[in-house]
Every structure is written in C-alpha cells, then in structure tokens.
C-alpha cells in the first residue's frame, strides 16, 4: 500500500468498495443557500447520524464549520473563483493547492472540469495540472464533471457524459463525480478506468426520487454518490441519508430504503 491507496480507503469504504460523501461545497458559487445558511448546524446534524464515509468542502468551512464528532474523509474543493452573480459560472480556476490539502488533512482534493463549456479548455488545463500535483505527493484528485448551459439536453445523454467522465480520468483523476442518466448509464461507468460516483444535480422532487436515481446509479456500477441539497434540502435529512447509505452499503432494494426512511420519520 502506498499514501494514494491507504489515502482512497478514507474515501471509499474497504468493505464495500463504495462511497457516501456529502458535498457542501456549494457556498462557494451559490453562497447561503437553502439547507446550508447556517453550515455548521448541517455538518452537525448528518454528522451524527455516522453514516458519512466523507465530506467534499472548501477551506473555509474546514476551517470555520467543520467540527465531526467522528474521524470521516475530507475531500478538499480547490477550484473556484466565479459565482452566480457573475457572467459565467463555468469560468472557474485553480483557487488553492494540494499543498494546502496537505496541510488540512485531507484525504484527496477536488477540481471542476466544464466539458462542452466556452471555459473547457481552461478547465481541462486546470485539473491536468493539479493531477500531476497530486500524485506527486499521493494526494487521490477528484475530477467533477460540470456541465454549462450550451450543454443544454445533453446532461441526460449517456454518450455525452461518458465523454466528460473518460475525458477527467485522462486527465488524471482517480475518482469522478458527474451525473446520472437514466439510460444507459453502465456506458457511463464502463467507458471510465477510475471509480465514478454521482452528483445530485439539481433538488429532485421527492426524496423517493433522490433514492430512485442513487439505486439506479448502484445497479449502472457507480461507486456511490457524491450529493448535497438532494440530502441536506430534505424536509427529513438525517432519516434520508440513513436511507442512502443502507443503499450503499447495505444493498437495499429503493422499497426496502423507502421502508426504512418511512419509518424513520414516523418514529
């Protein structure tokens, strides 16, 4: 075992081979939102659930709001430097370094790539470069997969976000977060040499659908999830998230985890 294996164990599970992480990274572009106003009380409450496997965040919450009861991964976001308020939110850039992941403990980093994006290229440039940093020091490099509006209908097209995916392991990723198609998502996971986990995406309708979409990701090879207001937006997180990881990591059916959230907050 070398620094990069034993460091990819903190993130996904031995056991299973597959990955909880709760992203609340998001104050970084979007600010305050719904579910995150007062972060650390989120941190909190999921945290004490111990079903976290990691958390993907930024320095600042590190270092002001994260305070786990528990000893969980940390995936350190270093990619920013654009918001909603600006003219593209895709126009994002190196914001820290893996030095700095060292220095928090962390146990891999994060970097956006935006594939179809008027900003890929920079992107691109972006996660190779610190991909080789990375592995200079064993520091596993997430890449996650942003997609910007010319993408448009394409986020649903298996073909198209298996492009991203293989594109941000040639790049030098270890791991992917990107998002899930309903059709033909084991295209997705097959064209990948590295393990593929999903993101959120925008707030689904129901926590029914949040289960529906990580079982279907499951049973297409993803590795596990890499979610955030699909959880913490939840009228009932705490009992969500128990839900999503006996999916993961206990293999339950959507009405078996549909079952046990039921119950959850009925209580």
């Known amino acids: 075992m070398n620094g990069l294996d034993y460091r990819m164990r903190r993130i996904l599970n031995p056991g299973t081979g597959r990955s909880l992480v709760i992203a609340i990274d998001h104050g970084y572009a979007l600010g305050p939102i719904a579910g995150i106003v007062d972060v650390g009380k989120t941190i909190r409450e999921l945290d004490a659930t111990g079903k976290v ?26 990619s920013g430097g654009a918001t909603i308020a600006g003219p593209d939110i895709t126009r994002e850039g190196v914001v820290s370094s893996v030095n700095e992941g060292l220095a928090l403990a962390a146990d891999a980093v994060a970097v956006s790539a935006f594939i179809g994006s008027q900003y890929e290229h920079e992107t691109l440039l972006g996660l190779a470069r610190t991909a080789e940093e990375c592995h ?3 520091m596993p490099l997430l890449g996650v997969i942003g997609l910007g509006k010319e993408v448009g209908e394409k986020k649903h097209d298996a073909q ?62 993803a590795r596990g999830i890499v979610m955030g207001r699909n959880i913490w937006q939840s009228p009932h997180p705490a009992q969500l998230l128990d839900a999503a990881w006996h999916l993961i990591h206990a293999d339950f059916t959507v009405k078996e985890a549909a079952q ?8």
């Open 53 to 78: 496997d990691a958390w993907l965040l930024t320095g600042g919450v590190f270092r002001y709001a994260f305070d786990p009861t528990g000893n969980p991964g940390v995936i350190l976001r270093i």
């Open 136 to 138: 200079r020091w064993n």
């Open 160 to 221: 198209f976000i298996a492009l991203g995916a293989r594109v941000a392991a040639e790049h030098g990723a270890d791991m992917v977060k990107t998002y899930y198609t309903e059709k033909d998502f084991e295209k997705v996971v097959s064209g990948c040499p590295v393990p593929v986990l999903i993101a959120g995406g925008p707030k689904c309708d129901t926590d029914i659908d949040t289960l529906e979409m990580i079982y279907g990701a499951l049973q297409g090879g």
């Open 260 to 267: 046990l959230l039921s119950d959850s907050i009925n209580s």
